[in-house]
């Protein structure tokens, strides 16, 4: 059975500080996907990592993928409050048709 | 904003009804995704519609159905609701896999819609 498991599932940390949100999954898929959830909202495209080793940055957010390990990260640096949301992590399946998200990672960013 | 629109926004109605969502693809796009996401649930793939014919199928109901139209926008519809069924539907698109864009080509990033909050009482 396919899993797509994010852990944590909540994180809470401070303004300033980093953390990393790490995401395992079971495809032979080379491509993972990070989505962000703001409350209420719809989900916005934050990375699309495309082959083993790639990593991606965009501000305090960094993504990488190591697809012998089928394993994923996002990594946050020195938080800021504008960061809270839920984070997913999706991978294709198999057969490149499907989509498979992780279970998200809720993140709340305290002053 | 994404590109992709859904309508309505929400919905609210009874058990046993039937409802039918609408999702309108960015432009350009010949993929179009349904997903519905609920607190026990998660993000459930429900089904794929690529250029007008059904691509993939995922955690869809025998209840649900859906369809894409030469257009390309394309709608769920869910009937016999059941209390269950309450949840966000999300709908996305995406230049399907191999499909040559400005930069190379595309993959299978999606867009997503604003959603419809269905509400089955």
């Given amino acids: 059975e396919l899993k797509v498991e994010q852990n944590p599932l909540f994180l809470s940390m401070q303004e300033g500080k980093n953390y990393t949100i790490y995401c395992n999954y079971s495809t032979t898929s080379d491509r993972l996907y990070w989505y962000r959830q703001d409350p209420g909202k719809s ?34 640096t020195a938080a800021v409050h504008d960061l809270s949301a839920t984070y997913f992590c999706a991978v294709d399946g198999d057969t490149g048709n499907q989509f498979y998200f992780g279970t998200g990672t809720s993140l709340t960013v305290i002053p | 904003d994404s590109g992709v629109t859904q309508t309505p926004k929400h919905l609210i109605t009874a058990t046993g009804q039937r409802v039918t969502l609408r999702c309108s693809p960015r432009s350009g796009d010949l993929s179009v ?4 996401q609920s607190l026990d649930q998660g993000l459930q793939f429900l089904i794929q519609y690529y250029n007008g014919e059904e691509r993939a199928k995922g955690n869809i109901l025998e209840r649900f159905s859906a369809q894409q139209f030469p257009d390309l926008h394309s709608e769920l519809n869910l009937s016999s609701l059941e209390l269950g069924d309450s949840a966000l539907y999300f709908c996305a698109s995406s230049v399907d896999p191999g499909t040559p864009s400005g930069w190379g080509w595309s993959y299978n990033e999606q867009f997503f819609g604003p959603g419809t909050r269905l509400t089955v009482l």
């Fill in chain 1, 43 to 76: 989900l916005e495209s934050l990375f699309v990592l495309l082959s083993n080793g790639a990593v991606k940055q965009e501000g305090r957010l960094m993504a990488s993928l190591d697809t012998k390990a089928r394993l994923s990260t996002l990594h946050i």
């Fill in chain 2, 33 to 36: 995704y349904w997903y519905q």
